[in-house]
């Protein structure tokens, strides 16, 4: 901090520390939502540029 002409006490520093690193860590760990127990497949074949492709796409019981 002395390099960029900020003179900060070790104490602001450590409750800085002590207020934000449990919301922090709390944000970081966030539980990821389980992806639905059915699923669907769509399937088809599309003409690209004069060449059939084969399409397909799966998507869980809220569509995502």
Do not use: C
Not at 20 to 31: Q, R, V
Request: net charge positive; charged share 40%.
């Amino acid at each position: 901090m002395a390099e960029r002409a900020l003179r900060i006490d070790h104490n602001t520093l450590n409750r800085y520390v002590v207020h934000y690193a449990p919301k922090l860590e709390k944000s970081f760990h966030k539980k990821k939502k389980r992806a639905g127990d059915r699923w669907r497949m769509g399937e088809t074949y599309l003409k690209v540029r004069g060449q059939w492709r084969y399409y397909y796409r799966v998507v869980d019981n809220e569509g995502k």
